[in-house]
């Protein structure tokens, strides 16, 4: 299956300011979807991002705080904008296949 | 909301055959059984899936029902480092939804010298 490699694997940001999270993979992949898990919570799909085209977010997630881009078939970023204690997560990044592949996750705490 | 239930916790014995049910009374005919786990900190790792046939690999068995309605994952000679949170799910074999899983909450193995 698919390395993903995804950084920063952690990060400490003030309240309203942004971060970008990577995603990388070592080969050319159709599906890269976005999750968060709150602490203590199971994972919830962000948004599916598709390559060429504006991302796909499931319900309650926007594009204004959670901008995504796919320039191509190995990359993605997911930015969290103009963050919010609330928004203190992990975030990870997959990729669709036969067994889903997923980054490491990314640990936002918010202060 | 997840289309799976699990029991939230289980224990197993050191080298014994963990069994962790799931139910999935909704499954469709082209959702395939996915299990994942999380170990703690890290992300999920795929398991096993399968359609409807039992399957098993250097990991697990997966075993499903005649009717698809429920599964069971056997972990047959459980350790240590088998303790993590684990979790089923339906998914699309295909299409634009390949790959696009919803978590449910998971069941809590814990595995005891």
């Known amino acids: 299956s698919a390395v993903i490699s995804q950084k920063p694997s952690r990060d400490i940001c003030q309240r309203g300011t942004s971060l970008t999270i990577q995603c990388q993979v070592d080969?050319?992949?159709?599906?890269m979807f976005w999750y968060r898990q709150q602490p203590g919570q199971s994972l919830t799909l962000i948004a599916t991002a598709n390559q060429g085209s504006e991302a796909t977010y499931e319900s309650g997630f926007v594009i204004d705080k959670f901008p995504i881009s796919r320039p191509n078939l190995t990359f993605s970023t997911l930015t969290v904008s103009n963050m919010s204690p609330e928004d203190s997560s992990i975030y990870l990044c997959?990729?669709?296949?036969?067994?889903?592949?997923f980054g490491s996750g990314t640990r936002l705490t918010v202060v | 909301d997840a289309k799976t239930t699990q029991p939230p916790s289980m224990d197993c014995a050191e080298g014994r055959a963990a069994n962790l049910p799931c139910n999935h009374s909704?499954?469709?005919?082209?959702?395939?059984v996915y299990w994942y786990r999380q170990i703690h900190s890290q992300g999920p790792q795929y398991i096993i899936h399968?359609?409807?046939n039992n399957e098993t690999n250097e990991m697990a068995s997966l075993i499903i029902t005649e009717d698809r309605k429920s599964s069971t994952l056997i972990l047959p000679h459980a350790t240590l480092r088998d303790t993590a949170v684990y979790y089923c799910?339906?998914?699309?074999?295909?299409?634009?939804?390949?790959?696009?899983?919803?978590f449910g909450q998971g069941t809590i193995l814990t595995v005891h010298p």
């Open positions: 399968g359609l409807k």
């Open positions: 909704t499954i469709s005919g082209n959702e395939y």
């Open positions: 997959s990729v669709g296949g036969q067994g889903v592949a």
């Open positions: 080969s050319q992949v159709t599906m």
């Open positions: 799910m339906n998914s699309n074999a295909g299409g634009t939804s390949y790959g696009k899983l919803t």
